[in-house]
């Protein structure tokens, strides 16, 4: 890979902002652009990037793993011809409608999103944006569609919505909470269909990159960025999820009005 090499300080450094950033919807690829800038590293470390993504990936598995289980067990009955565990096979088919969009957005455009990545001024821009939806949420009650009345039309929105945040800048989860809100789902929904959805995009994306390998840093300094991505991410996704419920989402948007200032005005 060209450009500066990423040392174990910065790996760590780097594993906490995309642990705290994945989840809390401030937009985790808007910070990498940030602080990569600020360490010189001229072109995006694009590996280095989604084996961090790969780091937070495991912690959704870990802290959802009770919805995963619900997921499988459902598939598994579904394959049988018993149809247990209902709402894991629901989960199921609307997480792969969702899906589609955010494949076929990221399959057609995405040379168009990985060069803005080298342009911090447009994320700074994209950080606004995000602020803004996040504002909107403070509109939105907690009282809203279960599972069980969650429809197809509703997964199709998110899943467009993730597709758009693989523009640096824009909060995949602030995007598509904030989507499951304005489609009328309650806030515990809108947050685990959120983190639950995650886990095909990030794996995919991890799956694609391995492909540049051999271009990519040093290995042992990757896994240390992964490793500190995933416990400091468990831990925020915990406390995301209880200010979800709360109904806190638009408290990020200060943050991210901040930051996205600071990127325009500072950055080059």
């Known amino acids: 890979m060209k450009g500066i090499e990423i040392e174990i300080s910065q790996a760590i450094f780097l594993g906490i902002v995309?642990?705290?950033?994945?989840?809390?919807?401030?937009?985790?690829?808007?910070h990498l652009v940030f602080f990569q800038s600020l360490f010189?590293?001229?072109?995006?470390?694009l590996f280095f990037d989604v084996m961090l993504h790969f780091g937070t990936l495991l912690a959704v598995m870990v802290y959802f793993r009770r919805d995963i289980s619900g997921i499988i067990r459902g598939i598994g009955s579904m394959l049988t011809g018993k149809r247990k565990d209902e709402e894991g096979i629901k989960f199921f088919f609307l997480i792969l409608v969702a899906t589609i969009p955010t494949g076929l957005m990221g399959f057609l455009f995405k040379d168009w999103f990985e060069s803005l990545f080298s342009k911090p001024k447009i994320v700074g821009g994209m950080l606004l944006i995000t602020g803004v939806i996040l504002m909107l949420t403070r509109l939105k009650k907690n009282e809203g569609k279960s599972i069980e009345k969650m429809k197809w039309i509703d997964a199709l929105l998110i899943g467009v919505a993730q597709g758009i945040a693989i523009i640096p800048g824009i909060s995949r989860s602030g995007a598509t909470i904030s989507m499951g809100l304005f489609c009328g789902l309650n806030r515990e929904l809108a947050g685990r269909f959120s983190f639950l959805l995650s886990i095909p995009a990030i794996l995919g994306a991890t799956l694609l990159e391995f492909k540049k390998m051999d271009s990519a840093p040093d290995i042992a300094t990757v896994l240390i960025g992964t490793a500190t991505a995933f416990v400091i991410g468990t831990i925020a996704l915990a406390f995301l999820m209880r200010l979800i419920k709360a109904g806190g989402l638009f408290y990020f948007s200060y943050y991210c009005f901040g930051v996205g200032l600071l990127m325009i005005l500072l950055v080059s």
């Open 40 to 45: 010189g590293m001229e072109e995006p470390q």
């Open 18 to 30: 995309q642990g705290l950033t994945e989840f809390l919807p401030i937009s985790s690829s808007g």
